[in-house]
């Protein structure tokens, strides 16, 4: 099969695209014909080195954790697919190898659901990351209706997926973001604000009495100006503020959850979630999606196309 390895740590350049061997196909897995795999802040961080201490990789590394393709082949135990079934998957395994930037990729089922009608397989890839990341954090806020949830950097991967599952659970969403993406936030159902000095105060102008929930995607200092606006505030969750909890927020790293997954997948076909593509590169430019993603301006989700 044609992957993307590095066979060390370091930046993109380190990236190639080859021939590797198929995947082996455990007994609770399937193997999956890629169609789509999403490309997240986390794959060239992977690649950098920056998870080391705290993930084991083993080298030639094929990086991604994002798929969307078509079922090739089951396990012995894996009762849940059958050949030919549409799925898409946040394919994280305890250590760092086989990924999903590949024609195929063996996955556990606990880290599949099936794809949604409603989406195309470049945004079905783009979805299983960013958004159990967004749906975790509302968990973890215990955001529902009623609520007012300020959501940072609401026009990024993980952010317009929060804004779109707040709304849905009918909460009012005000969301940061710059002046050129505060239409498209309007389109998600958020009333945008821009980032920046004075944040706080352009957001009580919004909402005087302060907001019910916070969502840091973004970091730089926007947990402590979001405890300033929180009624409570223990309800501000960070994915990126490693002092989240000793500040009384709550951290968020995201995991593999099939239930959670195909909810997601519901709330698309039921045309309350969609995925925003900002753009689709064939899997052997694999490095210029990440160099596109470490600019740190994209709107919604980077993708490649694999099959």
Known sequence: ??????????????????????????????????????????????????????????????????????????????????????????????????????????????????????????QAAGLPLAGLTAQQSLDRAEAGKGDTVLVHAAAGGVGSLAVQIAVARGARVIGTASERNHDFLRSLGAEPVTYGDGLAERVRSLAPEGVDVALDFVGGGVVEVSQELLKDRSRVVSITDGEVKAKGGHMVWVRPDAAGLAALGELADAGQLTVHIDAVLPLAETAQAFRRSQEGRTRGKIVLEVS
């Open 1 to 122: 099969m044609k992957a993307i390895i590095a066979e060390s740590y370091g930046d993109a350049d380190v990236l190639r695209y080859t021939d590797q061997p198929d995947p082996k196909v455990a007994p609770d897995s399937v193997l999956i014909r890629v169609k789509a795999a999403g490309v997240n802040p986390v794959d060239w961080k992977i690649v950098g080195g920056y998870l080391d201490p705290i993930m084991h990789a083993h080298f030639p590394l094929i990086p991604g954790w994002d798929v969307a393709g078509v079922v090739e082949a089951v396990g012995v135990d894996a009762t849940e697919f059958e050949v030919g079934d549409e799925v898409m998957g946040y394919v994280r395994k305890d250590e760092v190898q086989h990924g999903t930037f590949a024609e195929l990729v063996a996955a556990p089922v606990r880290t599949l659901a099936r794809k949604p009608a409603a989406l195309s397989w470049q």
